[in-house]
């Protein structure tokens, strides 16, 4: 039923939860798995390390390293727990864009033609309040293919 699933990593306690579901599926229909990072193009909540809200080029060095270690712990998760052959049925991406992360992931879903895609309901940006975090809610709506959203 789904040959190509998503999961928009970013290392939030909902990221998580979404690659776990995501393994389950990816393991009961031996499809392959797309594991995506956006690194922000700018600022949130008052870190000052850009200027003009943009960040600065360090940042995204940093990003992409934190990012590798959370596709590492994946990696590393899915060989302990799971038959999935991590080397052709895993791949992972961390991308720069000056596009909005929803707008970054639909595309990158489009590209790929995946048949799935799993985000946690808030990332890291995301406020408590919120029953949907932003990036989760534009997916849901602009998606051309089904989203599952966990919490």
């Given at each position: ?10 290392g939030s306690e909902y990221s998580r939860n979404a690659v776990n579901y995501a393994l389950d599926l990816v393991t009961k229909y031996n499809s ?86 799993i985000i946690g309901t808030r990332g890291h940006s995301g406020l408590k309040k919120m029953l949907l975090g932003s990036v989760a809610t534009d ?13």
């Amino acid at each position: 039923m789904f040959s190509k699933i998503l999961v928009g990593i970013d290392g939030s306690e909902y990221s998580r939860n979404a690659v776990n579901y995501a393994l389950d599926l990816v393991t009961k229909y031996n499809s392959e798995l797309f594991l995506l990072a956006i690194v922000p193009s700018k600022v949130h909540h008052g870190d000052s390390s850009g200027v003009f809200g943009m960040v600065a080029p360090s940042y995204f060095e940093e990003y992409k390293k934190e990012a590798e270690k959370w596709f590492d712990e994946i990696k590393n998760h899915i060989g302990q727990k799971s038959s999935i052959d991590i080397n052709n049925k895993v791949k992972s991406e961390v991308m720069t864009t000056p596009f909005s992360t929803a707008a970054s992931i639909l595309n990158y879903a489009e590209e790929r033609d995946v048949d799935l895609i799993i985000i946690g309901t808030r990332g890291h940006s995301g406020l408590k309040k919120m029953l949907l975090g932003s990036v989760a809610t534009d997916v849901v709506t602009y998606a051309y293919c089904p989203v599952l959203v966990i919490k």
